[in-house]
């Protein structure tokens, strides 16, 4: 059973449409090219780049979560991690806490 929230299906950048991401018909974001020349401004290569990684989320939350069900058997203090370096653990806790941001689980 799929429980995701997201749109389901592939989700894809459309630079006819100023800068969007949309999954079939419906529109996930609109990603502004801004100007004022100032340190505000997002121009057009940085704009695509932030819509490539939007499009990019639902395979990044399928992935991560792949691993997690794999690997990421373990309490926040790491044990039941034998033979990890604090390191390896660490990027654990971190995947663990992207899936729950993803899910709107922490801010």
């Known amino acids: 059973m799929n429980n995701e929230r997201f749109a389901q299906g592939e989700w894809a950048v459309n630079e006819k449409i100023m800068v969007a991401v949309n999954c079939g ?7 502004n090219i801004y100007n004022d020349g100032t340190d505000k401004s997002v121009l057009k290569d940085e704009c695509l780049a932030n819509a490539h ?15 997690m069900e794999e690997f990421g058997d373990f ?11 604090e390191s390896m653990k660490d990027k654990l806790r971190k995947a663990k ?3 729950a941001k993803a899910d709107g689980e922490t801010k």
């Open 53 to 67: 990684l939007i499009s990019a989320a639902p395979d990044m939350y399928r992935a991560l979560q792949s691993l």
């Open 75 to 85: 309490e926040d203090d790491g044990s039941g991690l034998i033979g990890w370096n």
């Open 97 to 99: 806490a992207a899936l």
């Open 25 to 31: 018909q419906k529109h996930i974001a609109l990603v």
